[in-house]
């Protein structure tokens, strides 16, 4: 018995109860379900469902069955509005559209990466169209996969609307290959881009003609990185100013952007077999290049996970910090943020290196937010990411073996003040809280056999760093106190207070010491910190110690700055 042929539709409502309308259709369910979720996720939508249709070969009817559904739910009920039965394309210039453009490159992704194009260059070059039409299956299963949903949607026949679609190509077809033969077609290579662009700027087709003449003058590219560096030539030769320079660029902008916007062309711009995390800084670095590199020259940890870009990157970030090509930067940014929010790892098998890349990402896409995402979004993206870092997989491979408890419990305070949102915070700090009541964690910070000070510090940092970690009072204050009393537990083994006191050492570096101690600097905040401010306070009272502060003025700044943090000034 032959097996129903089966595809997948994606259908969206723009607003809450409004009606269901046909996005796109596609033989791929993965593409169908990434396709619904970006639309939700950048908002351009209110809702969106996948359904599978599959279609009985004997009856010739679809089955359809919803195998996901996203966003807003139609809480309202509303008077349906008439569904319109438009067709999507009527004339050839509605191909060139933006709408129209996606949806050829989702259709004829495999033939478009195959031959290293895009749509625009499709559109725009009679070579490829050729080519396309000598392959024979290829244009008709794209129109096959794009009539199946519309004939559903506008209640027609499948072949009445496969014919219109074949009319529509081939008149398409023969308008782009007869400007061709005519040589109506502009060279902007022999003419000059400027020139050209001067010349067709009142022409009624002015955005085709010279679109025609920006997929001839890249056609020569060897690879996606070398196209990039001619669309960024022609933008160098546009017009300097008035309505020539703006159609230059916006035409120069379609295939830049779809160049940018596939993973091929960006793989060829960034360089290939990147991990996620370092392409997103790539991509971060491209969108935000003013931005990133003020972050860069002040702040080490955005430096640190920034990657070097190649020299065709490194023009193009300048471009797009112009207003010129507003609509890649914000692609680029959109993109970032998908990702972000997305289920991948940034860096599998280096969860340290996954907080500092996603800590350096958050600065320089903060410092960016405002004029091409909202910042709302950003912080939701991170928010979303922070949650990833709180699971029990990713802990459990980012402490990795062979560590102390103390070591792992200042791995986890990094984690705490690096991951984003109220409650991503919480559980990292259980996280923080589980190790630090552990037996092992009192046995490291009481082992004699290392540094009684060094564990001290370690015990004091730790305080500082989750008393400062945005939490609450409620989850933070116990776990400082446990680290108080381990402090004054290892403080009384070594007797560190009192063999300062006491050292052979002259008295104001004993009372610094101990000032250190008594603040929280040295030591946690507790029994440890208390013994040492008694200590210095029977120290500060001493005549021969106000003597020797009062021959050294430094010393005494010093002095009265740890006095005043420990709370002795009177």
Same mark, same amino acid.
């Given at each position: 018995?032959?097996?129903?042929?089966?595809?997948?539709?994606?259908?969206? %409502?723009?607003?809450?109860?409004?009606?269901?309308?046909?996005?796109?259709?596609?033989?791929? %369910?993965?593409?169908?379900?990434?396709?619904?979720?970006?639309?939700?996720?950048?908002?351009?939508?209110?809702?969106?469902?996948?359904?599978?249709?599959?279609?009985?070969?004997?009856?010739?009817?679809?089955?359809?069955?919803?195998?996901?559904?996203?966003?807003?739910?139609?809480?309202?009920?509303?008077?349906?509005?008439?569904?319109?039965?438009?067709?999507?394309?009527?004339?050839?210039?509605?191909?060139?559209?933006?709408?129209?453009?996606?949806?050829?490159?989702?259709?004829?992704?495999?033939?478009?990466?195959?031959?290293?194009?895009? +749509?625009?260059?499709?559109?725009?070059?009679?070579?490829?169209?050729?080519?396309?039409?000598?392959?024979?299956?290829?244009?008709?299963?794209?129109?096959?996969?794009?009539?199946?949903?519309?004939?559903?949607?506008?209640?027609?026949?499948?072949?009445?609307?496969?014919?219109?679609?074949?009319?529509?190509?081939?008149? #398409?077809?023969?308008?782009?290959?007869?400007?061709?033969? /005519?040589?109506?077609? *502009?060279?902007?290579?022999?003419?000059?881009?400027?020139?050209?662009?001067?010349?067709?700027?009142?022409?009624?087709? /002015? #955005?085709?003609?010279?679109?025609?003449?920006?997929?001839?003058?890249?056609? *020569? #590219?060897?690879?996606?990185?070398?196209?990039?560096?001619?669309?960024?030539?022609?933008?160098?030769?546009?017009?300097?100013?008035?309505?020539?320079?703006?159609?230059?660029?916006?035409?120069?902008?379609?295939?830049?952007?779809?160049?940018?916007?596939?993973?091929?062309?960006?793989?060829?711009?960034?360089?290939?077999?990147?991990?996620?995390?370092? %392409?997103?800084?790539?991509?971060?670095? @491209?969108?935000?290049?003013?931005?990133?590199?003020?972050?860069?020259?002040?702040?080490?940890?955005?430096? $640190?996970?920034?990657?070097?870009?190649?020299?065709?990157?490194?023009?193009?970030?300048?471009?797009?910090?112009?207003?010129?090509?507003?609509?890649?930067?914000?692609?680029?940014?959109?993109?970032?943020?998908?990702?972000?929010?997305?289920?991948?790892?940034?860096?599998? &098998?280096?969860?340290?290196?996954?907080?500092?890349?996603?800590?350096?990402?958050?600065?320089?896409?903060?410092?960016?937010?405002?004029?091409?995402? +909202?910042?709302?979004?950003?912080?939701?993206?991170?928010?979303?990411?922070?949650?990833?870092?709180?699971?029990?997989?990713?802990?459990?491979?980012?402490?990795?073996?062979?560590?102390? &408890?103390?070591?792992?419990?200042?791995?986890?305070?990094?984690?705490?003040?690096?991951?984003?949102?109220?409650?991503? $915070?919480?559980?990292?700090?259980?996280?923080?809280?589980?190790?630090?009541?552990?037996?092992?964690?009192?046995?490291?910070?009481?082992?004699? #056999?290392? &540094?009684?000070?060094?564990?001290?510090?370690?015990?004091?940092?730790?305080?500082?760093?989750?008393?400062?970690?945005?939490?609450? *009072?409620?989850?933070?204050? +116990?776990?400082?106190?446990?680290?108080?009393?381990?402090?004054?537990?290892?403080?009384?083994?070594?007797?560190?207070?009192?063999?300062?006191?006491?050292?052979?050492?002259?008295?104001?570096?004993?009372?610094?010491?101990?000032?250190?101690? =008594?603040?929280?600097?040295?030591?946690?905040?507790? +029994?440890?910190?208390?013994?040492?401010?008694?200590?210095?306070?029977? @120290?500060?009272?001493?005549?021969?110690?106000?003597?020797? @502060?009062?021959?050294?003025?430094? /010393?005494?700044?010093?002095?009265?700055?740890?006095?005043? =943090?420990?709370?002795?000034?009177?």
């Amino acid at each position: 018995m032959e097996r129903p042929k089966v595809h997948y539709e994606v259908f969206v %409502r723009k607003t809450v109860g409004s009606g269901w309308t046909l996005e796109m259709a596609t033989e791929s %369910r993965a593409q169908a379900v990434a396709v619904a979720e970006e639309l939700v996720a950048e908002r351009r939508v209110a809702s969106a469902r996948v359904t599978k249709e599959s279609m009985d070969p004997e009856t010739n009817e679809f089955q359809s069955v919803v195998i996901q559904a996203l966003g807003l739910p139609d809480t309202a009920k509303v008077k349906k509005a008439p569904e319109r039965n438009d067709p999507l394309c009527v004339t050839p210039q509605d191909l060139y559209t933006v709408h129209a453009r996606e949806r050829i490159g989702r259709l004829l992704d495999g033939w478009l990466a195959r031959n290293h194009a895009t +749509p625009f260059e499709l559109l725009h070059r009679a070579d490829l169209v050729e080519r396309l039409e000598a392959s024979g299956v290829e244009l008709q299963h794209a129109i096959q996969k794009i009539a199946v949903p519309e004939s559903q949607a506008r209640g027609v026949s499948i072949h009445e609307v496969m014919r219109a679609f074949q009319g529509l190509v081939e008149r #398409a077809i023969e308008r782009l290959l007869g400007d061709a033969r /005519r040589g109506d077609l *502009p060279n902007v290579d022999k003419e000059g881009f400027a020139a050209a662009a001067e010349r067709i700027s009142h022409a009624p087709e /002015r #955005a085709y003609l010279l679109g025609a003449g920006v997929a001839a003058s890249i056609a *020569p #590219a060897r690879n996606w990185s070398e196209k990039v560096t001619r669309l960024l030539d022609l933008a160098d030769a546009a017009p300097l100013a008035g309505p020539p320079r703006g159609l230059a660029l916006q035409t120069i902008e379609q295939p830049l952007a779809e160049i940018i916007g596939s993973s091929a062309g960006l793989d060829g711009l960034i360089g290939k077999d990147l991990d996620l995390g370092v %392409r997103l800084a790539a991509m971060t670095r @491209l969108a935000a290049h003013d931005a990133v590199e003020a972050l860069i020259r002040v702040e080490p940890s955005v430096a $640190k996970i920034m990657p070097e870009l190649s020299e065709p990157a490194q023009r193009l970030a300048k471009w797009l910090a112009t207003e010129d090509f507003r609509a890649v930067r914000g692609a680029i940014t959109k993109r970032v943020l998908k990702e972000l929010n997305g289920p991948r790892r940034l860096k599998p &098998s280096d969860g340290a290196g996954e907080i500092d890349l996603l800590r350096g990402l958050a600065m320089s896409l903060t410092a960016a937010a405002g004029d091409l995402v +909202p910042l709302d979004d950003v912080h939701q993206a991170f928010v979303n990411r922070s949650k990833m870092l709180v699971t029990g997989d990713f802990v459990e491979a980012y402490l990795g073996k062979g560590q102390g &408890s103390l070591q792992e419990a200042e791995a986890l305070m990094w984690l705490v003040e690096n991951v984003i949102g109220s409650a991503n $915070k919480r559980q990292a700090v259980r996280w923080l809280s589980a190790v630090v009541a552990s037996l092992a964690f009192e046995k490291d910070a009481r082992n004699p #056999a290392t &540094s009684a000070a060094q564990r001290l510090f370690v015990l004091a940092k730790l305080h500082r760093g989750v008393g400062r970690g945005g939490l609450p *009072p409620e989850d933070y204050v +116990p776990i400082q106190q446990k680290l108080g009393d381990l402090g004054g537990l290892a403080e009384a083994d070594a007797k560190v207070t009192q063999g300062l006191a006491r050292a052979n050492a002259p008295v104001t570096t004993r009372l610094t010491l101990l000032l250190k101690l =008594a603040c929280g600097e040295a030591a946690p905040l507790g +029994p440890a910190a208390d013994r040492a401010k008694a200590e210095a306070l029977k @120290l500060v009272r001493l005549d021969d110690t106000r003597a020797e @502060l009062a021959r050294s003025p430094e /010393r005494m700044a010093e002095v009265r700055t740890l006095i005043q =943090a420990a709370g002795l000034a009177a």
